[in-house]
């Protein structure tokens, strides 16, 4: 089991700049990797970026260059950095956790969201 905490959500104005946080508690030994990932109304939720046990990052194309995912071990805790936010940027963002079972499967976990307002 793994719990997610997300922080740091807000209302912000364009080009502006948010940090996000998620602290995560349980068996974090067997997370594989932990990602963003946001929801707009009426639209899916969307991969943002994740970064693996192993340090890899992945964004998407839209926050490429923008967002920047990081960790601290020591914190047991997971960022998002937002940098020069856009209107299309407004959405609830939620951490999620990838884990691997005592069965060998895989399983996620996902945190309440924070929601990032950003206005014009």
């Known amino acids: 089991q793994v719990q997610l905490v997300e922080s740091g959500g807000g209302l912000v104005q364009a080009g502006g700049s948010l940090r996000l946080s998620c602290v995560v508690s349980g068996s974090t030994n067997y997370i594989i990797a932990i990602g963003w990932y946001r929801q707009a109304p009426g639209k899916q939720r969307e991969l943002v970026a994740v970064?693996?046990?192993?340090?890899?990052?992945n964004y998407a194309e839209s926050v490429k260059g923008r967002f920047t995912i990081s960790r601290d071990n020591n914190k047991n805790a997971v960022y998002l950095q937002m940098n020069s936010l856009k209107l299309d940027d407004t959405a609830v963002y939620y951490c999620?956790?990838?884990?691997?079972?005592?069965?060998?499967?895989?399983?996620?976990?996902w945190g309440q969201g924070t929601q990032v307002t950003v206005s014009s």
């Open positions: 999620n956790a990838v884990v691997s079972g005592d069965d060998g499967n895989e399983y996620d976990y």
């Open positions: 970064i693996s046990s192993g340090g890899t990052t």
